[in-house]
């Protein structure tokens, strides 16, 4: 079952600006995490932040958890035409062995 | 980091022969690991998780006569897509939990396309 749901479902910025992506989720998690994919290709694992975490940055990223709200926020600062791909946030209801569940993601378009 | 690795990493197929995938970690053995599928411009949704030694579990609307699941070893799960018809066209990817930590690592994917 799909567990989050990003918003904007597609966003385009030019070059320099900021991006910001949402993702709700429905049920308590232990961690939630932000992934990227390029076209056709792999996933790039980008941030973990855990339930008892609030923002965590790396490098332009920066991550906020609101389990209130259920809910994340990517944000990618000076974004670049490399930053173009699609972004999707995973929760994990608890660690083990058990399955990340997907959001169905933001494709992000960075016009140079 | 941990490595796993899938293969192959595309396979184009006449309808209706069966296309194995593997997938395998290549620096640490994983009793479990999930198997997702992704449409074009779709997300992952999580396929079954396949257990070392015993079945898989499958996700609800999943055939599991479909896609069989072999978790034979504890470094190596196989995806067998059976009888493969033009729908089955997808990026099937595999991810592996890393012992202790739980961290998943994720394979590249394999793209299959059934003509």
């Known amino acids: 079952s799909q567990q989050g749901e990003e918003d904007p479902q597609a966003l385009s910025i030019q070059e320099g600006e900021n991006a910001t992506m949402n993702c709700s989720y429905k049920?308590?998690?232990?961690?939630l995490q932000w992934y990227r994919q390029n076209s056709g290709r792999g996933l790039v694992h980008l941030i973990l932040i855990r339930s008892n975490e609030r923002e965590k940055h790396s490098g332009r990223l920066r991550v906020t958890l609101d389990t209130s709200k259920k809910s994340s926020s990517l944000l990618i600062t000076a974004s670049r035409a490399a930053d173009t791909a699609s972004y999707f946030c995973a929760t994990r209801i608890k660690g083990g062995n058990t399955p990340l569940v997907f959001g169905k993601g933001t494709r992000l378009s960075v016009i140079a | 980091g941990a490595v796993v690795s899938q293969h192959p990493s595309w396979v184009i197929c006449k309808s209706g022969t069966s296309v194995k995938i593997e997938c395998r970690s290549l620096?640490?053995?994983?009793?479990?690991m999930f198997w997702y599928r992704q449409f074009p411009k779709q997300s992952l949704m999580l396929m079954a998780t396949?257990?070392?030694?015993?079945?898989?579990?499958?996700e609800q609307g999943v055939e599991k006569d479909k896609f069989l699941i072999n978790h034979a070893s504890l470094t190596l799960s196989t995806l067998t897509v059976t009888s493969a018809h033009p729908e089955d066209s997808s990026f099937y990817i595999c991810s592996a939990p890393f012992p202790d930590t739980g961290e998943l690592f994720f394979g590249e994917g394999s793209r299959l396309t059934v003509l």
């Open positions: 049920t308590s998690i232990n961690n």
């Open positions: 620096d640490f053995q994983a009793t479990t």
């Open positions: 396949s257990n070392e030694g015993s079945k898989a579990t499958y």
